[in-house]
C-alpha cells in the first residue's frame, strides 16, 4: 500500500537546522508531488513548501524563504526538508504529504524539538 | 495574510447533521480554491476526506460531503457517528505569482 515513512523525532538548540526525510513506497515516487507541512501543538497545520519529484521544481511559503530547502531523490524515492536557523517557534511536528489527488497521502510526521 | 477562517467548535447528537465553513479573508471561497477537508483524530496525522469542493477520496464514508454554501467552503456530515469526533480543517489554494497552500483554523466536533 501507498506509504510515507519519515525519519525520526529530532531535538535541536537554536540556531542549528534540521533535516527530515520522507520515504516513499507503494508507488512511483517521481510520479507524484509532495507537500512538506508542519504543525505546531495546539495549532493548525502550516504549509511550507512543494516539490515536483519528477523535474525538482520547487514552491516555498514566502514565511520560510532563505532557510527552507527541499529536495528529492528519485533513485531512493525519498524527499528531504531541512530548515535551518532554527528557533523555539520551530517546534512542531513535520509532515510529508503526498499530491495525487490533492494532498491525499501524509506520513506519520516527525517531531522536532527546539530547545536550549 | 491571508487568513482561513472557521467555526472553533460545534457540537452534534449522534445520528444527527452538522455542518462546518470554511471562509477566506480574500472574498467568497469558489471552486478556483480547490477546497478541501481533513478530519484529524488526537496524536493522528490528518487524514483527506474532501478535494476540489466535493470530491470524496476512495476511503471517505458517504456521510461526508462538500459543498459551496453563501460564499464559504462546508463540510456536511450527514448520520453522524460517534467516531467522528475529531478536528476537521480545510486547506484553500491561492494561486497566482506565489501561488500557496492555507489551512483554516480548524473545528473541534463534538459528538454528544
Known amino acids: 500500500q501507498v506509504q510515507l515513512v519519515q525519519s525520526g523525532a529530532e531535538e535541536k538548540k537554536p540556531g542549528a537546522s534540521v533535516k527530515v526525510s520522507c520515504k516513499a513506497s507503494?508507488?512511483?515516487?517521481?510520479?507524484?508531488?509532495i507537500h512538506w507541512v508542519r504543525q505546531a501543538p495546539g495549532q493548525r497545520p502550516e504549509w511550507m513548501a512543494w516539490i515536483n519529484t519528477g523535474n525538482g521544481n520547487t514552491k516555498y511559503s514566502q514565511k520560510f524563504q532563505g532557510r527552507l530547502t527541499i529536495t528529492s531523490d528519485t533513485s531512493a524515492s525519498t524527499a528531504y526538508m531541512e530548515l535551518g536557523s532554527l528557533r523555539s517557534e520551530d517546534t512542531a511536528v513535520y509532515y510529508c504529504?503526498?499530491?495525487?489527488?490533492?494532498?491525499?497521502?501524509w506520513g506519520q510526521g516527525t517531531t522536532v524539538t527546539v530547545s536550549s | 495574510q491571508t487568513v482561513v477562517t472557521q467555526e472553533p467548535s460545534l457540537t452534534v447528537s449522534p445520528g444527527g447533521t452538522v455542518t462546518l465553513t470554511c471562509a477566506s479573508s480574500?472574498?467568497?471561497?469558489?471552486?478556483?480554491?480547490?477546497p478541501n477537508w481533513f478530519q484529524q483524530k488526537p496524536g493522528q496525522a490528518p487524514r483527506a476526506l474532501i478535494y476540489?469542493?466535493?470530491n470524496k477520496h476512495s476511503w471517505t464514508p458517504a456521510r461526508f460531503s462538500g459543498s459551496l454554501l453563501g460564499g464559504k467552503a462546508a463540510l456536511t456530515l450527514s448520520g453522524v457517528q460517534p467516531e467522528d469526533e475529531a478536528e476537521y480543517y480545510c486547506l484553500l489554494y491561492y494561486g497566482g505569482a506565489q501561488p500557496h497552500w492555507v489551512f483554516g483554523g480548524g473545528t473541534k466536533l463534538t459528538v454528544l
Open positions: 480574500t472574498g467568497a471561497v469558489t471552486s478556483g480554491y480547490y
Open positions: 507503494g508507488y512511483t515516487f517521481a510520479t507524484y508531488a
Open positions: 476540489s469542493t466535493s
Open positions: 504529504v503526498r499530491e495525487a489527488i490533492w494532498m491525499d497521502v
